[in-house]
């Protein structure tokens, strides 16, 4: 069982959600942000043989503080990744609202191709320094939001070893 299994007191910090397409590098981004020590939820790693997955998806990502919406071509027709973001929309609304959601781009996608409620969310660019830089991105919003500043930025021989 992974570190990440189960879901730790207080919550997820991370809820990732991603297009079938994308598992590949929602998998990258579990490993890196894991190896920063963050409470990452990805399906793929979280979900026990048994679960109900639709009610664990959805407890997972009223649990975190941010909802990580990866954005490829395949974002499109991925039904349960848009169920994901309506949903981490309707939890971020309101003044003070305790929920982010922070869509990351993996690639280049036309505007119109963009979820309701995305294009207006400040975003985060894999070409703009891969998935080190996105991961610190994140690391930073995280300490922001819980108070904790974060000194460490990951390594591509350090998510790998994270990986094993």
């Known amino acids: 069982m992974t570190p990440n299994s189960q879901q730790e ?14 598992l590949g590098r929602a998998e990258e981004l579990y490993a890196t942000l894991s190896f920063l020590h963050s409470r990452v939820y990805l399906d793929s790693r979280c979900l026990r043989p048994g679960d ?19 954005i490829s071509a395949q974002t499109d027709a991925a039904y349960y990744e848009g169920e994901e973001i309506a949903t981490g929309i309707d939890m971020s609304r309101g003044e003070g609202a305790p929920h982010r ?21 400040q975003s985060l660019f894999l070409n703009s320094g891969g998935m080190e830089a996105v991961a610190t991105s ?27």
Do not use: C, I
């Open 52 to 70: 109900n997955w639709d009610v664990e998806l959805s407890k997972a990502q009223r649990q975190s503080r941010v909802t990580v919406v990866l």
């Open 138 to 164: 994140l690391m930073n919003l995280l300490g922001s939001l819980t108070g904790t500043p974060v000194d460490a930025a990951p390594t591509r021989e350090a998510a790998e070893l994270s990986r094993v």
């Open 9 to 22: 007191p207080g919550g997820w910090d991370f809820f990732l959600a991603h297009a079938s397409g994308d």
């Open 101 to 121: 959601v922070v869509p990351v781009f993996l690639e280049s996608v036309p505007s119109e191709a963009v979820p309701y409620g995305l294009r207006r969310k």
